[in-house]
């Protein structure tokens, strides 16, 4: 089955900085990517998610990249806010399934 | 607010009793999933419904006991857990089961009911 792993398990950057964060996937027939961040006291909640027909997308200060051969995917987070700090998680799933396999986390910490 | 809500917020039982969490979804979705989340495994899917039918069991013990009434209700009864079943458990909603690429398997998630097992 899918194993997803996530790096770094914590992570902390000056405001304003950028922040990385990415994950490595096993399944070559995954195609859907999605991040999830989780603030304190939530439910995880979607910021971005990616297929595998694209390489990049952005929303505004957020960004996903893909790399299907090298099985890799990693969110950016450009000019971070204090607002920023929470949990986030990266997920995998393919066509036809009906679960997604997510990250171990990463903590992330914005220190004004 | 994500239109997924769960009750209770925080549940503290003792290993012989019998407890249920509660999980309803307004917006129309007809997929619901129960999650564990835990230290050592933070997000680890538990069960699926679709359509009210039940279409994933990830090998979970007996003592939690699911039930789908209606697609908008999910319900999971706890007996008999064990001091390592405390954590927080999530409930969530899709518009489909399955990933089509459609962006209609979106889940969306309640806010959690924090589990401790005395």
């Known amino acids: 089955g899918e194993n997803v792993e996530q790096h770094p398990s914590t992570l902390s950057v000056q405001e304003g900085d950028s922040a990385v964060i990415k994950c490595t996937y096993s399944d070559s027939a995954s195609n859907y990517f999605p991040w999830y961040k989780q603030e304190l006291g939530k439910g995880p909640q979607l910021i971005i998610d990616i297929r595998s027909n694209v390489g990049e997308k952005k929303d505004q200060r957020i960004a996903v990249t893909l790399n299907k051969t090298a099985k890799h995917f990693s969110l950016h987070i450009t000019e971070t806010q204090p607002e920023d700090s929470a949990v986030y998680f990266c997920?995998?799933?393919?066509?036809?399934?009906?679960?997604?396999?997510f990250g171990q986390g990463t903590r992330l910490t914005i220190n004004p | 607010e994500t239109g997924v809500t769960q009750t209770p917020r925080h549940l503290v039982m003792g290993m012989t009793n019998k407890k249920s969490l509660k999980c309803e979804q307004h917006l129309g979705h007809n997929a619901m999933y129960w999650y564990k989340q835990s230290a050592k495994k933070p997000l680890e899917l538990m069960f699926v419904?679709?359509?009210?039918?039940?279409?994933e069991n990830n090998s979970v013990p007996s003592r939690f006991s699911p039930e789908c009434p209606n697609s908008s209700h999910l319900f999971l009864h706890l007996h008999t857990l064990q001091p390592e079943d405390s954590a927080l458990y999530l409930c969530?909603?899709?518009?489909?089961?399955?990933?089509?690429?459609?962006?209609?398997?979106?889940?969306?998630f309640g806010p959690g009911t924090r589990l401790t097992v005395l």
């Open positions: 997920a995998a799933s393919n066509s036809g399934a009906q679960k997604l396999v």
């Open positions: 969530a909603s899709s518009q489909d089961a399955v990933f089509s690429g459609t962006g209609r398997n979106t889940q969306y």
């Open positions: 419904y679709n359509f009210k039918e039940q279409t």
